[in-house]
T-cell receptor
Framework: AQTVTQSQPEMSVQEAETVTLSCTYDTSESDYYLFWYKQPPSRQMILVIRQEAYKQQNATENRFSVNFQKAAKSFSLKISDSQLGDAAMYFCAYRSANSNSGYALNFGKGTSLLVTP | EPEVTQTPSHQVTQMGQEVILRCVPISNHLYFYWYRQILGQKVEFLVSFYNNEISEKSEIFDDQFSVERPDGSNFTLKIRSTKLEDSAMYFC???????????FGNGTRLTVT
C-alpha cells in the first residue's frame, strides 16, 4: 500500500508571509493523483489543490501552489500571502489512477498550520 | 455550489447500540465513500460504493459495518453494535467519476459511551 508522510506536525507563519508544507509518498506506480486537503476547526475537509502525476507543470490555485517532484516522490504545498483564515490542519493525500489498485485516498497524518497576526 | 450533506452532525450512542449515519451525496456523482477520523489521527478509508455495490473496503470495515443506498439520494453507513473505539468523526464523500476529486461532507461526530 502507498504511504504518505508529512514530517511537520506543526508549522507557524506570520500573516502575509509564505509557508511551505512538506509531503512525501511511497509508490511503485507511475500514474496517480496527489491532493492537499484543508481541515479548519469546523472539521470539514476542503480540497485545496490537485496534481496529476503525468503532468509536469505544477498545479496552482490562487495563493496555493505545489512543488511536485516525481522522481523524489515529493509534493509540497506553498501558501503565499498567508491569511488568518488559512489556519487549519492540512492533509496530503495520494490516490492511484489504476482502477485495479482501488479507490481509496491515502492520507498523511497532517500538518497543523498556525497563522499569527 | 452543490455539496455533500451529512446528518446528524453529532450522534451520541451507548456501546452495543446500532447507529445509522446519513449522507446525501452531490446529485450527479456516481461514486460514494465513507472515511473516518479518530480524534487527533489521520483520515482513514472505510469503503467505496459504486453501481449499487461495494467496490472496495478497508480492514476497518468489518462485519459490524454496512452501507446502503436505499433510494436515489441517500447513502448510509450502519454500525450494528457500536464499540467505544468506534468513536470518531465519520466523513461521507462523493465523486463524479472514479478519478475525480472527492467532495467531503462536514462529517458526523460519533461518540460511543
Amino acid at each position: 500500500a502507498q504511504t504518505v508522510t508529512q514530517s511537520q506536525p506543526e508549522m507557524s507563519v506570520q500573516e502575509a508571509e509564505t509557508v511551505t508544507l512538506s509531503c512525501t509518498y511511497d509508490t511503485s506506480e507511475s500514474d496517480y493523483y496527489l491532493f492537499w486537503y484543508k481541515q479548519p476547526p469546523s472539521r470539514q475537509m476542503i480540497l485545496v489543490i490537485r496534481q496529476e502525476a503525468y503532468k509536469q507543470q505544477n498545479a496552482t490555485e490562487n495563493r496555493f501552489s505545489v512543488n511536485f517532484q516525481k522522481a523524489a516522490k515529493s509534493f509540497s504545498l506553498k501558501i503565499s500571502d498567508s491569511q488568518l483564515g488559512d489556519a487549519a490542519m492540512y492533509f496530503c493525500a495520494y490516490r492511484s489512477a489504476n482502477s485495479n489498485s482501488g479507490y481509496a485516498l491515502n492520507f498523511g497524518k497532517g500538518t497543523s498550520l498556525l497563522v499569527t497576526p | 455550489e452543490p455539496e455533500v450533506t451529512q446528518t446528524p452532525s453529532h450522534q451520541v450512542t451507548q456501546m452495543g447500540q446500532e447507529v445509522i449515519l446519513r449522507c446525501v451525496p452531490i446529485s450527479n456523482h456516481l461514486y460514494f465513500y465513507w472515511y473516518r477520523q479518530i480524534l487527533g489521527q489521520k483520515v482513514e478509508f472505510l469503503v467505496s460504493f459504486y453501481n449499487n455495490e461495494i467496490s472496495e473496503k478497508s480492514e476497518i470495515f468489518d462485519d459490524q459495518f454496512s452501507v446502503e443506498r436505499p433510494d436515489g439520494s441517500n447513502f448510509t453507513l450502519k454500525i450494528r453494535s457500536t464499540k467505544l473505539e468506534d468513536s470518531a468523526m465519520y466523513f461521507c464523500a462523493s465523486s463524479a467519476r472514479r478519478n475525480s476529486p472527492l467532495h467531503f461532507g462536514n462529517g458526523t461526530r460519533l461518540t460511543v459511551t
